[in-house]
């Protein structure tokens, strides 16, 4: 994994080391694999700490070894594709309230990312049940990137838009898609009440 000095900035971005990106990176260090993970690909052995690669027809994330990570990086091997390590923080990222309930999310945390065998924007919030999928009305997520430009450069399927609107707050990060599940998981078990 290349170090938060090596990640990649793109304009309107800010360093990843602060707030709410840091809380990000510990959930992921939290979330330890059993002692005897394998990669899903080739059976090797690999560390606590790995990569992953979503199955795109199933939608399945496969923990890799660095090797079979670096297969499918391009995006060109069929099923297969590499999660990116890009954590990016939107400065100056703001949603109006009326544009958070153009979305539809009940509650106020969601992450978007491009399905590309659907050919649509996904959008799924954190719930008692796990990752809840919620329809995106035509047009909303238009309207959000035409504003912040940056989120029309996600990655199909494997980079997501990690949006928090609290009152007059709002927030967005460009993440692995892989961090967005495991924050989900994590936010289940610490479940309270109907809006968590």
């Not at 509650?107 to 399905?115: D, E, G, I, T, W």
């Not at 008692?128 to 995106?136: F, I, M, S, Y």
């Amino acid at each position: 994994m290349s170090s938060p000095s090596q990640w990649p900035m793109m304009p309107g971005a800010a360093e990843p080391d602060a707030g709410p990106l840091a809380v990000l990176k510990r959930v992921r260090s939290a979330s330890r694999p059993r002692p005897g993970e394998r990669c899903d690909l080739c059976a090797v052995g690999i560390a606590e700490d790995h990569p992953h690669v979503v199955n795109l027809e199933t939608r399945e994330l496969l923990c890799a070894c660095q090797a079979c990570h670096l297969l499918f990086v391009s995006g060109s091997a069929g099923n297969l594709r590499a999660v990116p390590e890009r954590y990016l923080s939107l400065m100056g990222f703001s949603l109006t309230k009326a544009q958070w309930e153009t979305l539809q999310v009940p509650v106020s945390v969601a992450f978007l990312f491009s399905n590309s065998r659907q050919e649509e924007i996904a959008a799924f919030y954190p719930s008692p049940a796990g990752a809840t999928e919620c329809l995106l009305p035509l047009g909303a997520w238009e309207e959000i990137t035409a504003t912040h430009t940056v989120l029309r450069d996600l990655e199909p399927d494997v980079e997501a838009a990690l949006v928090h609107v609290e009152k007059d707050v709002s927030e967005c990060f460009v993440v692995p898609i892989d961090i967005c599940y495991e924050l989900v998981g994590v936010l289940r078990k610490l479940w309270r009440g109907f809006d968590g």
